[in-house]
């Protein structure tokens, strides 16, 4: 499966009270780590959605700016699948330090031939860790433009065109969903 990534780090991060994307795990940045473990998954191309007012030029990857303001990781996902040159994109939030390249090959193996993955845990979804399908880019503007900024919309839409599905998720594999959201959580513990 040919495949690009998108590393969302343009949120705010107003729970962690800094800039995720530059918080250290071991020595590099978050934002480091995501672009290197969608290297190893095997994206052919990565991108960073990232906030106009900061300088990402030293990890060495495009850079795409949101289109419509204040929409969340939405945003970012429209632009990462109209920029997008492969038939699926990755999606990975940039606070994910435990995720492997071997969770991504797992709902890389689980998507089909225009139909992308998510991973459900219990009764979580886990939106900003997927797998989109490029046809997801019309079905994104269409949540931004309606104002249903809501990942969980966006999914929800996909489903309902066969485009998207559920990839269940054993709780083993728990901790490889878990994201570093405030400033007294150890991404390394």
């Known amino acids: 499966m040919t495949f690009s990534a998108l590393i969302l780090a343009g949120g705010q991060s107003r729970r962690m009270g800094r800039d995720k994307a530059f918080l250290e ?15 190893r998954a095997g994206a052919v191309t990565i991108f960073i959605s990232g906030r106009p007012d900061r300088d990402y030029g030293r990890f060495g990857v495009p850079v795409l700016h949101d289109r419509v303001a204040n929409a969340g990781p939405l945003a970012g996902i429209a632009q990462g699948l109209a920029a ?6 990755l ?21 089909t031939s225009g139909t992308g993955v998510v991973p459900q845990l219990l009764d979580q979804l886990e939106p900003a860790a997927a797998i989109y399908p490029k046809e997801a880019r019309a079905i994104a503007e269409n949540c931004l433009a309606s104002g249903a900024y809501a990942l969980r919309a966006l999914v929800e839409a996909l489903e ?30």
């Open 84 to 89: 997008a040159t492969t038939p699926f994109l």
């Open 160 to 189: 309902a065109q066969g485009a998207m599905r559920r990839l269940r998720v054993d709780p083993q594999y728990a901790d490889e969903l878990f994201n570093w959201n405030e400033s007294s959580t150890e991404a390394g513990q």
């Open 91 to 111: 999606v990975l939030a940039v606070d994910l330090p435990r995720m492997t390249p071997d969770f991504i090959g797992r709902m890389a193996e689980a998507c």
């Open 25 to 39: 795990v071991d020595g590099l940045p978050l934002l480091a780590r995501q672009i290197d473990l969608a290297r």
